[in-house]
Structures are given as C-alpha cells and as structure tokens.
C-alpha cells in the first residue's frame, strides 16, 4: 500500500508569529512522519525550529535545477537539504502559469533534488479549458511522462505526485472523488508501467480546494494518497484535523 501523507502548501503566506502560533496549537496524531509542511523558503529555518516537537517534516516550494552560481534569486537543492529540508513541491500549477515553468524545467528540477537527498512532490494538472475539451488524461499524463524522462528510482518513496486539477485549486471547486480516481488511476497505471518495481507504492495525492468536510470522501479512493492543501492548510485547527482523517 502507497503511504498516505497530507502536505500543506503555505505558499507566500504567514508570518514569524503566525508560524509560532501554528506549531504551538497543532495537534497530531499518530504521526508517521507523512505530515509535511512548506512554508515560504525564508522560513523554512524557522519552522524547523518548532516542527520537530510535533514531528511535521518541513520542504520548500521550489527549487533550482542548477548547482550553485549565478542565478540571481535561485534557491539551490542542495542548500536547502543542508539546512534540513526534507523535500520540495515542483511544477505547482502557480509555478507553470505565474512563471513559465515547462515540463522539461520540471524534469531537470526532479532529477536535481533527488541527486541532493529531496523528495520532489511533482504537481500536474489540467486547466478547466483542457478539461471541457475532454483532454484532461492527456494533459496530465504527459505532464507525468515528461516529468519523469531519464528518472530511475530505487525505491517508491523517491517521488510523491500530486494531481491538483487546475480549476480547483484556490477556487472552492473541488474535484469529486470519482473525478480524482478517474485521474488517479490513469496516472497509477502509468507508473507502473514506467516502474515496474515501484509503480504501483507510489503516493498520489489530490490537491483542489481540499479541506477538513472533503478529505474523508477523497481518501476513501483507491488511488487517493493524501492531500496537498493551501488555505485549508494555513490553521492549525483544519491542518490537525486533515492530518486526523489522513
Ligand atoms: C495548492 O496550493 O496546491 C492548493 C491545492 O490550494 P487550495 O487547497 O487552497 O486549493
């Protein structure tokens, strides 16, 4: 069975207090280390110094694909390793729109933060456009594809993927969970067809607007491994009770 984690996704929010607060009223159980957290990178050190009282593994938002140099405003895979992170979104669909990020940057940035000790959570997804234009699978599973060109694993627990339909993420829209495992299962097989080994232990996880009233429905999937949540993920009282049902 893939293990079930639930990320959230803080994105360009919180501040020092707010990050304090947050780690003082959190309440986990049954923590196995599959409850993550990604601040902005400037705080990363800081909730490394409050996360390990409840166990929450702490990551970054993105990264680089290059080593080290001149590549103003970069943040380097292996300096953020160095200061104890344990893994970082990639490909978020912020990043691809907002930014201009291509599969092929996904690709290089995956390989760059496995090769540094990263978990790379690699997100995909369809706009709701792609979506009308019945071309969600194919979207999304060339997203997949691409992002893995040239990628061998060792072991399942190298890589999480996300599926964070683009049209539920920040909108309240959430995907049903017939329409997450639809998704889900087509990205599974491929997996398994790419990693005859470790495909089918692979974490896939939905993120769209997934809060503490919808998670229970979207875990009970086959293919449903967790979550990846923004908003819902920025109280404590919501990120203790999605880490409950997870
Ligand atoms: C996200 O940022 O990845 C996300 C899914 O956001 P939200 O949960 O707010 O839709």
Not at 167 to 186: C, D, F, L, R, Y
Not at 210 to 221: G, H, R, Y
Request: include cysteine.
């Amino acid at each position: 069975m893939p293990k079930n984690y639930m990320i959230g996704n803080w994105k360009m929010n919180q501040s020092l207090s707010d990050i304090q607060n947050f780690f003082s009223q959190l309440k986990l159980e049954n923590n196995q280390n599959n409850f993550w957290i990604t601040p902005q990178s400037v705080h990363i050190s800081e909730c490394l110094k409050h996360a390990p009282a409840t166990g929450v593994l702490i990551g970054a938002q993105n990264c680089s694909h290059e080593d080290f140099g001149a590549f103003t405003g970069e943040i380097a895979c292996r300096s953020l390793a160095e200061i104890g992170a344990h893994f970082t979104l990639i490909g978020h669909s912020e990043r691809r729109s907002l930014y201009g990020e291509t599969d092929q940057d996904v690709n290089q940035k995956a390989k760059k933060a496995i090769s540094e000790g990263l978990i790379p959570v690699i997100c995909v997804g369809e706009t709701l456009a792609q979506r009308d234009n019945s071309q969600t699978l194919d979207v999304v599973l060339s997203q997949v594809k691409n992002a893995l060109v040239n990628i061998q694993l060792h072991n399942e627990s190298e890589i999480i993927i996300a599926y964070e339909p683009v049209w539920a993420i920040g909108t309240g829209k959430t995907a049903t969970p017939q329409q997450a495992e639809e998704v889900h299962a087509q990205i599974r097989n491929l997996l398994i067809e790419l990693y005859p080994d470790h495909g089918a232990e692979i974490s896939l996880l939905y993120g769209g607007s997934v809060k503490p009233a919808n998670i229970k429905e979207l875990l009970s999937m086959q293919n449903i491994n967790g979550g990846l949540v923004g908003g819902a993920s920025l109280k404590p009282e919501s990120f203790s009770d999605l880490c409950k049902a997870c």
